[in-house]
């Protein structure tokens, strides 16, 4: 049995033609005889054998010394006749001996390519405190995007109803009125919209189909505009609340960094939808959209309902009994407004961070893994030469060429194994700054419900 093995290192020239044992292993072939030149007593490719990396070495250390070792005299400046001529100077009688030699014509020189790979550091960061908003409604120290504001009104019959015993005022005029003054502690730059239901036929059963298929969009723009497009809605029908909700979802830009769906009711669905599945999938839509769902003097099987709602919506629940419970929350809300917007805005921009931050390690290996597969094309090459002009048959020419594919191969999984653990420490790095921002986030709530 017979070992041979292939230089990973590529030494200069001259001293590889004057040794004739080569002094850094990468491939070893094992098997009971090789292929040889013309007139050689076996000049026929043998059974392949186990070719592997430096026994009893690391292998993805072996790989690295080889792409560490300086560059072949024709590694950049390619020559094909004369990188032959090189060849045969070192070239043997076997297999690895003309594989060894080859590849110390025309390696290329990868050790800036490696350092950047080993070297590549990920720049993922939320800006930590600096970016959290300051104060009660105060703006962040870094731009936040823009939010969204979508408020669910119901405008069904019931909502004609006194908003307090012997009171003129109506519960539609009490949520007007909590929509007004909420619309004007919103920042000017968001993004709002009104949209009704139930506000189509009666409340009476001939009237039922018609109402129960009305949900429309009065009012998208900024926060100016809410008060005025809140007080044309008059309540007269039924409450399809699960047709209004999925509506919503057309009333959220798609460019919004985040949106926060407001329902305001007085009851449950009366038109045989199912609401809490769509406040579920209205979060599905992106944005970071959450429905929060206010219960406007219900009773307990609506309020059962509407908090089902909140909670399939990510948002919350609150019962308000009152218009004072009423405005009281939407007041505090508009605090509130800036950390959701902060949240929403950090996380789309770390994902975006992580997608360049991935489209850099991926184009940087990519361009390493083409100079590798350059390299093979060049050792072809320059066998094609050595068949043409006698220097080998096609059987010595498939071995050198197997020994060669494999060393290559072996070269770029080195890159896709570091690529792939360096994937790895960005994944990492998300994780923990999208955990540092929702905590953050909860730390602030529960400070609020605290208080």
Request: charged share 20%.
């Given at each position: 049995?017979?070992?041979?093995?292939?230089?990973?290192?590529?030494?200069?020239?001259?001293?590889?033609?004057?040794?004739?044992?080569?002094?850094?292993?990468?491939?070893?072939r094992?098997?009971?005889?090789?292929?040889?030149?013309?007139?050689?007593?076996?000049?026929?490719?043998?059974?392949?054998?186990?070719?592997?990396?430096?026994?009893?070495?690391?292998?993805?250390?072996?790989?690295?010394?080889?792409?560490?070792?300086?560059?072949?005299?024709?590694?950049?400046?390619?020559?094909?006749?004369?990188?032959?001529?090189?060849?045969?100077?070192?070239?043997?009688?076997?297999?690895?001996?003309?594989?060894?030699?080859?590849?110390?014509?025309?390696?290329?020189?990868?050790?800036?390519?490696?350092?950047?790979?080993?070297?590549?550091?990920?720049?993922?960061?939320?800006?930590?405190?600096?970016?959290?908003?300051?104060?009660?409604?105060?703006?962040?120290?870094?731009?936040?995007?823009?939010?969204?504001?979508?408020?669910?009104?119901?405008?069904?019959?019931?909502?004609?109803?006194?908003?307090?015993?012997?009171?003129?005022?109506?519960?539609?005029?009490?949520?007007?009125?909590?929509?007004?003054?909420?619309?004007q502690?919103?920042?000017?730059?968001?993004?709002?919209?009104?949209r009704?239901?139930?506000?189509?036929?009666?409340?009476?059963?001939?009237?039922?189909?018609?109402?129960?298929?009305?949900?429309?969009?009065?009012?998208?723009?900024?926060?100016?505009?809410?008060?005025?497009?809140?007080?044309?809605?008059?309540?007269v029908?039924?409450?399809?609340?699960?047709?209004g909700?999925?509506?919503?979802?057309?009333?959220?830009?798609?460019?919004?960094?985040?949106?926060?769906?407001?329902?305001?009711?007085d009851?449950?669905?009366t038109?045989?939808?199912?609401?809490?599945?769509?406040?579920?999938?209205?979060?599905?839509?992106?944005?970071?959209?959450?429905?929060?769902?206010?219960?406007?003097?219900?009773?307990?099987?609506?309020?059962?309902?509407?908090?089902?709602?909140?909670?399939?919506?990510?948002?919350?629940?609150?019962?308000?009994?009152?218009p004072?419970?009423?405005?009281?929350?939407?007041t505090?809300?508009a605090?509130?407004?800036?950390?959701?917007?902060?949240?929403?805005?950090?996380?789309?921009a770390?994902?975006?961070?992580?997608?360049a931050?991935?489209?850099?390690?991926?184009?940087?290996?990519?361009?390493?893994e083409?100079?590798?597969?350059?390299?093979?094309?060049?050792?072809?090459?320059?066998?094609?030469?050595?068949?043409?002009?006698?220097?080998?048959?096609?059987g010595?020419?498939f071995?050198?060429?197997?020994?060669?594919?494999k060393?290559?191969?072996?070269?770029?999984?080195w890159?896709?194994?570091?690529?792939?653990?360096?994937?790895?420490?960005?994944?990492?790095?998300?994780?923990?700054?999208?955990?540092?921002?929702?905590?953050?986030?909860?730390?602030?709530?529960?400070?609020?419900?605290?208080?």
């Open positions: 049995m017979r070992s041979f093995r292939l230089l990973a290192g590529v030494v200069a020239f001259g001293v590889l033609a004057a040794c004739s044992v080569p002094t850094t292993a990468f491939v070893e094992q098997q009971d005889s090789a292929p040889t030149s013309p007139g050689a007593d076996n000049a026929t490719s043998p059974s392949a054998g186990p070719y592997r990396l430096t026994p009893g070495g690391n292998e993805g250390q072996a790989a690295q010394a080889d792409l560490q070792a300086p560059a072949g005299p024709f590694g950049a400046d390619f020559d094909a006749n004369a990188a032959a001529a090189a060849a045969k100077k070192g070239g043997g009688a076997d297999a690895e001996s003309w594989a060894h030699s080859i590849v110390a014509a025309v390696h290329g020189d990868y050790r800036a390519d490696v350092a950047a790979l080993l070297n590549f550091t990920a720049n993922i960061d939320s800006g930590r405190e600096a970016s959290v908003p300051k104060g009660t409604t105060g703006a962040a120290a870094a731009p936040q995007g823009k939010r969204h504001v979508a408020i669910l009104l119901d405008a069904s019959g019931s909502m004609k109803q006194a908003a307090t015993p012997g009171s003129p005022g109506t519960r539609m005029d009490e949520a007007r009125a909590a929509i007004a003054e909420f619309a502690v919103l920042p000017a730059d968001a993004g709002a919209s009104l009704v239901h139930g506000d189509q036929g009666s409340n009476s059963d001939a009237d039922k189909a018609t109402s129960c298929a009305s949900t429309r969009v009065v009012y998208q723009g900024n926060p100016v505009g809410l008060a005025a497009a809140a007080r044309g809605v008059k309540p029908g039924w409450t399809p609340l699960a047709a909700v999925a509506a919503i979802a057309q009333d959220i830009p798609g460019d919004a960094a985040s949106a926060v769906v407001y329902v305001v009711s009851g449950i669905e038109c045989g939808g199912d609401p809490v599945a769509a406040a579920k999938k209205l979060t599905e839509v992106g944005s970071g959209t959450v429905v929060n769902v206010i219960g406007f003097q219900v009773g307990a099987d609506a309020r059962g309902q509407l908090r089902a709602m909140a909670t399939a919506g990510g948002g919350e629940y609150v019962d308000a009994q009152s004072e419970d009423l405005k009281r929350y939407w505090e809300e605090g509130v407004l800036d950390w959701i917007r902060w949240e929403g805005y950090t996380n789309l770390l994902r975006d961070q992580m997608l931050e991935r489209a850099r390690l991926n184009s940087q290996s990519d361009e390493f083409a100079k590798l597969r350059s390299e093979g094309q060049r050792g072809e090459e320059v066998l094609k030469l050595l068949v043409a002009d006698g220097s080998m048959d096609e010595l020419r071995a050198i060429s197997d020994l060669l594919e060393r290559k191969v072996a070269l770029i999984e890159v896709t194994s570091t690529r792939s653990s360096k994937s790895a420490e960005l994944e990492a790095q998300l994780s923990t700054e999208l955990k540092w921002v929702e905590e953050r986030g909860d730390a602030q709530r529960k400070k609020r419900d605290s208080s």
